[in-house]
Every structure is written in C-alpha cells, then in structure tokens.
C-alpha cells in the first residue's frame, strides 16, 4: 500500500508540472509578437493592417475571417486569401478548398495572393481551377528568418503592367513574383511584363477566381509603391460593383474563433509538457514490471478452505441449540421435583412454589424470579455463556435438595 500511495502521488506532481508548463509556456495563437503573419492588424512589413485602415477611412465594408470556411454563405462577397514566402500557420485541408469553390460558385469572389506553387496544401487549390505545372519562386530571394532585421533589408521587386480603365495603364509593383500560365480561353490577364502574366482573374460558376502571383501586392511594404493601392481596390469592386463584404482570411495564420483539440498540441509547452509526462508513465510502468533484486518467494499461511469454514459455524449453531435444550430441561425436571416434593397440582403458580421454597428452604436461590426467566424461549436462546451457567447452577442447586 505505501508503494502505491508513493506512485499515485508520484503521478499527480507530473500532472501538476504539467499543467504549470501549459499555463506558463503555452503560446497563445495570434499573438502580436508574431509579427511575420500577413493579418489585417499586423503591422510588419508582411502584414495588411495599412490596406484594411485604409478600406475602413473609406467606409468600405471590410471584416477579419477567422472561422471555417464551410460558415462562409451568402454572395456578392470577396475574400482575401493571402499568404507570403514566410509560410502559413494551419494548412488549408482537401474539404476546405471544396467549401471554398462551392460558396465561389454561388457568387462570390475569391482573391489567392502569394506563392502557392510550393504550398503542398494550397497547390491544389489551383491545380483544381486550372493552374497546372507552375513554378515556385527562386530561393535565393526568399526571406525565411522571422526577424525584425531581415524583414527590413531591401527587397528586390519588379515592376508590371496592368490594364486599367480609360486606356491608361497601371504599374504596380511586386516582388517574389513567379508567372502564371493561362488556364483557359476565358481567363483574363491582369498583370503583365510583357512575357508572362503575375495575376490572372477567371470565371467560376456564378462567381470569380483571382490568382496573383505574389501577396507583396497589399502588404505595407508595397501597397504605397507605383499604383498598388488603386489596383488593389479596383480589383475589390468586381464587375465594377461595391461588394456586401470583404473579408481578409485570417484563420490561417493562425487568427482563429474556435480552438480545436489539435490546436493545443501545436503548443510549444503542451508539446515539452506532454513529452514530460509520457517519461514519467514509461518510468512508472518500468518500475512496475521490474522487480529490484533476487526473486523470493512469498510463504504464506496455509488457507482454510471454503467448507471447512463453513462446518466451523454449523458446529458452534449446533453446540448452542443443545445448551438450549440442556438449560430448558434441567427447569422442568427441577419444576417437576419441586411440584412432588410438597405434593402439589402441575398448575401451581411459581409464586406459590416459592414461598413454600422460602419457608422450607431459605437458603436456596428465589425461586420466582428464576422460574419467570422460562416462560418463553426468548431468555434461554439470548442467554450469554457466563448467563446459562450461573442459571444452570441454580437449578442443579434446588433439584438435588429436592431429591
């Protein structure tokens, strides 16, 4: 027993310290020290915060998704979808690039920004709209450190074309950029140098796809740059029309509403806490089935067996049924000695017999109230061992002097 209580608490202190690690190290998601995420508050040189204040001074119609994308439902809606060369959070799962094309389908407008040639969860997003064989950004000119001191060195960027309204062109500038080749007939260009496309649109059922090839476009670094900004917003009025909403994707990166199961094991303290505890189950199961020193045997008393105990009790109940018998009746025949002695009917009362006892024989034990005691079964079966013995003297006493 005390080697079990010294395992149990064992246990507890490694779910205490576990539990104490989740609390102190466990990293919340969205955090603003994540400054490399490309979310519509941040404001790193990788974030979207200056395009969503400025959509705000506008009063145009703009929100944060940070839910599933199967909650996404209504039309004439657009949704930015962004992601840059420093990577993403929570992959986009098989199911969730199905909700995606479905709620575009229904008439709404889907804008893919960044390099999705070398996502292995988003490539087939645009595989599955067209986009095959595409090639990834060169990795000489990626910026993978997640630094404030790398972010600020001076990127390389290019400059495109793109045809704007009133036969006046638009440059925009961009970087990490890798082309796109048409999908088909009916895809539009949107950004050009002149050899190869960096943003193409296309339709989807009721809706429309945009894909560009580098998510630079509206992020803080570039959106100031060339004719960024008024790209940007022409391409968030599709058709030429105010949308009811525009959302930047958030959920992605890490922004979410829900937290699910899975999420709290991409802690770095529930990942250090949980390696923790299963050291110390494997060290209590090794305890367990190890045995320190040389196996001896353990001698123990000889069990009694089932039936034996069982002839035990039916001798003692048989042992106190023959007392009972054997105190009831010495009574009688001392009653009946007692009844021949003074030559009297069976039917005189003990009080009677006592006071002849009294006036013959006052050295013998009173009578009535030894005879009272058997007038039912109670008294003799209830009787204690010292009880009947004394009684049974008693009656032994007043017989013989009757004899």
Do not use: C
Not at 119 to 126: E, H, N, R
Not at 132 to 144: C, D, F, G, Q
Not at 269 to 278: E, N, R
Not at 342 to 350: V, Y
């Amino acid at each position: 027993m005390k080697t079990n209580a010294f395992y149990i608490r064992a246990l507890l202190g490694v779910v205490a310290f576990t539990a104490l690690v989740i609390v102190l190290f466990g990293r919340k998601s969205g955090s603003g020290s994540d400054f490399w995420l490309p979310s519509s508050f941040n404001a790193g040189p990788r974030g979207h915060k200056a395009l969503y204040t400025t959509l705000e001074d506008l009063h145009w119609p703009v929100g944060r998704w940070q839910g599933s994308p199967r909650e996404l439902s209504g039309t004439n809606q657009v949704l930015l979808f962004a992601r840059n060369s420093l990577g993403r959070r929570y992959p986009l799962q098989p199911l969730e690039i199905e909700q995606l094309l479905k709620w575009v389908h229904a008439g709404n407008t889907l804008i893919l920004l960044g390099d999705f040639a070398e996502s292995p969860d988003a490539k087939p997003l645009l595989e599955t709209i067209g986009f095959r064989h595409l090639k990834p950004v060169a990795v000489s000119n990626r910026l993978y450190e997640q630094s404030s001191e790398m972010l600020s060195r001076e990127r390389l960027s290019m400059m495109l074309q793109a045809p704007a309204p009133e036969n006046q062109p638009q440059r925009v500038s961009i970087e990490n950029a890798y082309p796109l080749p048409r999908s088909s007939d009916q895809a539009n260009r949107l950004l050009t140098d002149g050899k190869a496309d960096y943003a193409i649109e296309q339709m989807h059922g009721a809706g429309l796809i945009i894909v560009i090839a580098s998510a630079s476009l509206l992020d803080n670094t570039f959106l100031s740059h060339a004719d960024n900004l008024p790209f940007v917003l022409r391409l968030l009025q599709p058709q030429g029309r105010m949308p009811e909403k525009i959302w930047f994707e958030e959920a992605h990166h890490g922004y979410r509403t829900t937290f699910a199961l899975t999420d709290l094991f991409q802690q770095p303290g529930v990942q250090l806490a949980s390696a923790q505890l299963a050291f110390g189950l494997l060290v209590f199961l090794s305890s367990q089935l190890m045995r320190f020193g040389p196996v001896r045997p353990l001698h123990r008393k000889t069990p009694r067996s089932t039936m034996e105990f069982v002839h035990s009790l039916a001798n003692l109940y048989r042992r106190a049924d023959i007392r009972n018998d054997i105190v009831s009746g010495l009574f009688r025949d001392t009653h009946q000695a007692i009844l021949r002695r003074f030559n009297l009917p069976p039917e005189t009362s003990h009080e009677i017999l006592a006071r002849h006892l009294k006036e013959a024989f006052p050295q013998l034990p009173p009578w009535k109230k030894l005879a009272q005691r058997f007038d039912s079964d109670d008294y003799v079966q209830g009787l204690p061992p010292t009880g009947w013995l004394k009684v049974s003297r008693e009656l032994i006493t007043i017989k013989n002097t009757m004899l």
